[in-house]
Nanobody, 123 residues
Framework: VQLVESGGGLVQAGGSLRLSCAAS????????MGWFRQASGKERDFLAA????????YTADFVKGRFTISRDNAKDNVYLQMDSLKPEDTAVYYC?????????????????WGHGTQVTVSS
């Protein structure tokens, strides 16, 4: 599975961005999909995950209410809607795919990763 993120960029604090992750290769519909981010000099943080049906999501507490994960299996796309962005949200954002049925925030459980897209939030 190949994953390509898009939709990053520069946005002012309080603004919104919608990240997309396009999957190709073996069908992504049977994978759990997740979003992570990594700020410069910091560890990679889990943001959200979604089941292969799209019925179940798991969002990290620190972005809950601002970030929403969704997927469109017909298009092999996963999305991360980010609202009320803050300067501390500045990071490289990655999507990832994991085999299995249990949503997880553990990055080691994810088998495939995209190359990331930069999000910069100005104050």
């Amino acid at each position: 599975v190949q994953l390509v993120e898009s939709g990053g960029g520069l946005v002012q604090a309080g603004g919104s961005l919608r990240l997309s992750c396009a999957a190709s290769g073996r069908t992504s519909s049977s994978y759990i999909m997740g979003w992570f981010r990594q700020a410069s000099g910091k560890e990679r943080d889990f943001l959200a995950a979604i089941s292969w049906t799209g019925d179940t999501t798991y969002t990290a507490d620190f972005v809950k209410g601002r970030f929403t994960i969704s997927r469109d299996n017909a298009k092999d796309n996963v999305y991360l809607q980010m609202d009320s962005l803050k300067p501390e949200d500045t990071a490289v954002y990655y999507c990832a795919a994991a085999r299995g049925l249990i949503l997880t925030q553990q990055s080691l459980k994810y088998d495939y990763w995209g190359h990331g897209t930069q999000v910069t939030v100005s104050s």
